[in-house]
């Protein structure tokens, strides 16, 4: 069965710092991994997505996430985090082995960004 | 943004009475989805559509029905509402993966409550 992780329900960061959402997965074949944003009171929009490739995905936003095989990762990072980025982070994955194209997702990560 | 409305967008009902949610989509997308969204778990399935007349369970299917007649509306029933059905419903749309989107698009997002 496919799981995601995201150990951290909560972060607070600075204005201006660097930021790190972490994410660990299962999944039983090749992973598309997938991390969406969620603002209060609104739908997910997708930030980034891995299917194969470059294992170093840029998103929108200034986002980027590395996926790393051998840790069953898909970290998201921002070098700059700006106040308008506090919001609800999620990761996903599916896969090439999944007929519903279904997606598994974790439990989510809030940011919370001061001044 | 693709097109995806839900509707109604908010909806309070009582227990023990039967409520629909209807997902309506313009991309002409062959995969629906419906999604609860809670607290601490992220998003869950409760049911899927891979075409007209064609649709799965889901994670959290328990005490839902879903219908699917035409490709570009996906509607949810919850049989009898129960207080643990209270949440925040969300449908999402993909292409197969086939056709190399690998994305799921999602709507804005019901709020239900079920007193």
């Known amino acids: 069965a496919q799981s995601v992780t995201q150990p951290d329900i909560h972060i607070t960061v600075s204005e201006g710092a660097s930021l790190e959402l972490r994410c660990n997965y299962s999944y039983g074949a090749t992973p598309y991994l997938f991390w969406y944003v969620q603002s209060p009171g609104q739908g997910l929009q997708l930030l980034l997505k891995?299917?194969?490739?470059?294992?170093l995905v840029q998103g929108i936003k200034g986002f980027e996430a590395e996926f790393k095989r051998s840790q069953s990762s898909f970290n998201l990072r921002k070098p700059s985090v700006h106040w308008s980025d506090a919001a609800e982070y999620f990761c996903a994955v599916g896969g090439s082995n999944n007929a519903g194209n279904m997606l598994t997702f974790g439990g989510g990560t809030r940011l919370m960004v001061k001044p | 943004d693709a097109g995806i409305t839900q509707s109604p967008r908010h909806k309070v009902t009582e227990t023990g009475t039967p409520v629909t949610l209807r997902c309506h989509q313009t991309e002409n997308h062959r995969y629906m989805y419906w999604y609860r969204q809670d607290p601490g778990h992220g998003l869950r399935l409760i049911h899927y559509s891979y075409g007209v007349k064609d649709t799965d369970k889901g994670e959290v299917s328990d005490g839902y029905s879903v219908s699917r007649s035409k490709t570009e509306d996906f509607l949810l029933t919850l049989e009898s509402a129960t207080s643990s059905q209270t949440s925040v419903y969300f449908c999402?749309?993909?292409?197969?993966?086939?056709?190399?989107?690998?994305?799921?698009?999602f709507g804005p997002g019901t709020r239900l409550t079920v007193t």
């Open positions: 891995y299917f194969s490739g470059d294992t």
């Open positions: 999402a749309i993909s292409e197969s993966w086939t056709s190399g989107s690998y994305q799921q698009y």
